[in-house]
């Protein structure tokens, strides 16, 4: 047993608690999304923040961008992996049109307080193409002073003049997809970015101002040992980014096409799996990484574990964030948005997306508006995936319900959890304890009222 100061964590633990289940970026999750949502619920919804009495809180907004010039073999993203530069000229003037269509149903107050580039590969974009975009979402939208805005980094794409021309647009944050540092991994995943390539992206990064860089590693892919991963480890630790994510490879080709030309054979197994895991967390913890949640850690210094300390972690689509709860408006393909108690999906097709532009209707392809007992339950589950606590008065003041009773069940099934230890349930709260910090999604899973529905394939955390 690894005893650390606000994180334990074993072996026999992990083998017992380690269970498949959603990683609650949303509840209900993802998978529970229906066509019975249209575009004339997501307008209502849109149009509730357009009224003079409401105080909004200010918007985030994210930004898919599907394009990429190659194909990761690992990847499950909604990409379109092409080399014809001009499809983006077209897809930026359909993105104008989509946000001047949900400018007008959101109303006048338009602060934002959060931006994401996601993808797909937002540098496949021109500079000229970016600029054009951050031109066309300021006319829109009023950021504000101490606004996030963060865009991933394929760092084959970059160089230093566009690291200062993302700082010039005003992007503080960025993401990088590192992944693995092994030549042989590289080689299997098709993606080749060797440690001086990244880390001269990293160094641009900082030269031009950007106050916190994010690292993607991913272990479980093929041809990775204890030994290359450990290697891995030590490069990553010498770049010293502000948070680093350390996801577990799903390995998924039916429902991903690109992870059949992963050679199923080069998989580390389980067990080979679990020890990498193992390995990292002390690798990361000895280096003086925090552990903040699921698979991410952070400097002691970094806001996230701040807010880890002060109790403000929120978690939203893009992971853990230190933002409190925003309504996120999303553009693009695939693009996911919360407005209210309500969730909306845009279709996955160019196709599509285009054909609903082209009559001025809002892409949305499906969505689930909450009932008040998934916002409750959602409130419970996102604290316990903030590692806690549940505060029962808070609940019971902000729904109106004792909570008690009402998760009588729910409490009951959550003794095994307390028995051993991962949490502790008291009068007036539920508490997650140092060694419950790697297994919230159990507990979480326990309040969640459309698991036994769902028909989602969902991932063990190792
Ligand atoms: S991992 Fe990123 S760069 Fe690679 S194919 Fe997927 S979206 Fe594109």
Do not use: W
Not at 77 to 102: F, G, H, P, Q, S
Not at 140 to 169: K, S, W, Y
């Amino acid at each position: 047993m690894n005893t650390l100061p606000d994180i334990e964590f074993s072996e026999e633990l992990i083998r017992r608690f380690d269970k498949l289940g959603p990683r609650y970026t949303s509840y209900p999750t993802a998978d529970r999304f229906n066509a019975d949502f249209t575009e004339a619920s997501y307008i209502r919804y849109l149009a509730q923040r357009n009224n003079p009495a409401a105080t909004n809180p200010p918007l985030s907004i994210y930004v898919h961008l599907p394009f990429c010039e190659s194909l990761c073999y690992f990847c499950g993203c909604n990409k379109i992996v092409t080399k014809d530069r001009t499809r983006t000229a077209e897809y930026l003037r359909y993105l104008a049109k989509e946000m001047a269509l949900v400018a007008q149903h959101i109303g006048p107050d338009r602060r934002a307080s959060q931006l994401h580039f996601g993808g797909g590969t937002p540098t496949f974009l021109t500079p000229d193409e970016l600029r054009e975009l951050m031109d066309m979402l300021r006319s829109h939208f009023h950021f504000l002073p101490d606004a996030e805005l963060g865009i991933e980094i394929d760092p084959r794409t970059v160089n230093d003049d566009t690291m200062a021309m993302l700082a010039g647009l005003g992007f503080n944050r960025t993401s990088f997809g590192v992944q693995d540092f092994d030549p042989a991994v590289q080689q299997s995943v098709n993606r080749i970015q060797p440690y001086e390539m990244v880390e001269k992206a990293v160094t641009a990064s900082r030269k031009s101002g950007f106050e916190s860089i994010n690292a993607d590693l991913i272990y479980g892919l093929p041809k990775q040992s204890m030994a290359s991963f450990d290697r891995t480890l030590d490069r990553v630790i010498e770049l010293a980014p502000e948070r680093i994510a350390l996801y577990n490879y799903a390995h998924l080709p039916s429902r991903f096409r690109a992870q059949r030309l992963i050679v199923e054979a080069e998989l580390p197994s389980a067990e080979e799996r679990l020890q990498i895991f193992l390995m990292s967390v002390h690798r990361l913890l000895d280096a003086g990484y925090i552990y903040i949640g699921l698979d991410h850690f952070s400097k002691p210094e970094d806001e996230l574990n701040k807010a880890r300390i002060d109790k403000t972690l929120h978690r939203n689509f893009q992971g853990y964030t230190t933002r409190a709860d925003c309504d996120l408006i999303g553009f693009g393909v695939s693009a996911i948005g919360k407005v209210g108690h309500s969730y909306s999906q845009s279709v996955r097709t160019l196709k599509a997306y285009y054909e609903h532009l082209d009559i001025d209707q809002l892409p949305v392809e499906k969505g689930y508006a909450l009932t008040p007992d998934d916002v409750l339950r959602r409130q419970v589950i996102m604290e316990l995936m903030c590692s806690g606590p549940v505060t029962f008065a808070a609940i019971n003041a902000a729904h109106g319900i004792d909570f008690k009773s009402y998760f009588a069940d729910e409490l009951l099934q959550l003794k095994q959890y307390e028995e051993a230890g991962l949490i502790v349930v008291d009068e007036q709260r539920i508490s997650v304890t140092p060694k419950g910090r790697m297994f919230v999604r159990a507990s979480g899973m326990v309040f969640d009222k459309h698991l036994a529905q769902s028909t989602a394939k969902f991932s063990k955390l190792i």
